[in-house]
């Protein structure tokens, strides 16, 4: 059975950081595709970053400089690093891993940032 769970997120100040992390189990982890997605209230999820089985990363324009993702095979593992956070970030934070067609989610887990 395949599991992935997100965890990290909470109440931060703007200009603060947190890190999310998304554990994932039952799959060949270092063969998929890594994704951080998010939704905002009354908007559409919309991609934050994602990191190739290689380990390449790719970034939305809007958490260029700001974002960070990695991944850490030996503990199937994926990771986003976010500093200076702003409130437009607030958001329900999602973790995809993708193979070719097979594509499994996470419940997601919220990020507010607010004074």
């Known amino acids: 059975q395949v599991q992935v769970v997100e965890s990290g997120g909470g109440l931060v100040q703007p200009g603060g950081s947190l890190r999310l992390s998304c554990a994932a189990s039952?799959?060949?982890?270092?063969?998929?595709?890594l994704g951080w997605y998010r939704q905002a209230p009354g908007k559409q999820r919309e991609l934050v970053a994602t990191?190739?089985?290689?380990?390449?990363?790719n970034y939305a324009d809007s958490v260029k400089g700001r974002f960070t993702i990695s991944r850490d095979n030996s503990k199937n593992t994926v990771y986003l690093q976010m500093n200076t956070l702003k409130p437009e970030d607030t958001a329900v934070y999602y973790c995809?891993?993708?193979?070719?067609?097979?594509?499994?989610w996470g419940q997601g887990t919220q990020v507010t940032v607010s004074s």
């Open positions: 995809s891993a993708q193979w070719g067609s097979l594509s499994h």
């Open positions: 990191i190739t089985s290689g380990g390449s990363g």
């Open positions: 039952g799959i060949i982890f270092s063969l998929y595709a």
